[in-house]
């Protein structure tokens, strides 16, 4: 039995790589198809900035139109799910708005359950810019959170732990802190009038990152009293589970920088456990107004 069984797993082996040289069958055709689920939160900010529902459509696209990363399903959904199912099958989930969009939407406390379980099964999880952020009525005096266990850190606004500091600075160098790791490939150092937020929330030991976190972006902010800031990071979690925080972009303008869409692109995908190509996730970005933001540059309210 076991050589008969040894035979038929070299015969198909064979069969499949003649089907690939022949071109019946492409090499990435047995790669598993994952699914990204991109969630959508509340946000009144001025339009040109944040633009959320804009910023969910061109993740979306370049995930699904990647000239070198394949078979992944990018869902947008406008609001919490209402649909189990595509919770359930997600294996990361991508939040954009104003705050941490579970704490904003009606019923936090059934979505955050149900969001407690998709992690324990090993679902990654990816904050952009303003999602990351906690306020005071989200959190207890101590700064607990799941997001905190979940992403590995978060952005705490006018907290009793921890004032995270949210400043727009015209030119933010933002270094590599971990070239090594995978999401850092593909992508080098760049300059953007933005909002990376500073001082974001890491522990109660100092707020040091926690052994399993990972440090991936620094800039020395701010300008007048320099010191090294993390803004952005990941965790590898004991579920198996994978995180991913980045503060930026705060201007809908600041998607055009290709080494900031590799970078967050390659946080979303390294968190779905898809391997990232050395040069990072790829894909050619059409004009931004093809994702129907209200303005394509920040206006005033």
Request: charged share 25%; with cysteine; proline share 6%.
């Amino acid at each position: 039995m076991f050589k008969k069984t040894t035979m038929k797993t070299i015969l198909s082996v064979a069969i499949f790589s003649t089907l690939i040289s022949t071109g019946f069958v492409r090499a990435d055709d047995k790669v598993k198809q994952v699914d990204v689920l991109i969630i959508v939160g509340p946000s009144n900010h001025a339009a040109g900035s944040h633009e959320v529902k804009a910023g969910a459509r061109l993740m979306q696209f370049c995930l699904t139109h990647s000239s070198n990363i394949k078979h992944i399903n990018a869902e947008v959904s406008y609001g919490w799910p209402k649909e189990e199912a595509v919770l359930d099958k997600a294996e990361t989930v991508v939040f954009i708005g104003d705050a941490f969009p579970p704490n904003r939407f009606d019923g936090k406390e059934t979505i955050l359950a149900k969001l407690g379980s998709m992690m324990n099964r090993g679902c990654g999880i990816v904050c952009v810019h303003y999602a990351n952020g906690l306020h005071a009525a989200d959190v207890p005096k101590d700064g607990s959170h799941p997001l905190l266990r979940w992403m590995g850190g978060y952005s705490a606004f006018r907290c009793p732990h921890h004032n995270t500091i949210a400043r727009i600075f015209p030119a933010a160098k933002i270094s590599p802190s971990a070239k090594d790791h995978p999401i850092s490939r593909g992508w080098k150092e760049f300059t953007v009038h933005d909002e990376p937020y500073i001082n974001n929330y890491f522990s109660k030991d100092g707020n040091k990152l926690a052994a399993n976190v990972t440090s991936l972006a620094t800039s020395m902010l701010p300008p007048e009293k320099p010191k090294r800031e993390t803004v952005a990071w990941c965790v590898q979690r004991d579920d198996q589970g994978r995180g991913f925080g980045i503060v930026m972009p705060h201007f809908y303008r600041s998607w055009k920088i290709d080494d900031l869409r590799t970078f967050i692109l390659n946080g979303i995908v390294w968190t779905a456990h898809r391997e990232i190509p050395d040069v990072g996730v790829a894909c050619k970005l059409p004009a931004l107004k093809t994702f129907a933001p209200d303005a394509l540059e920040p206006k005033k309210k």
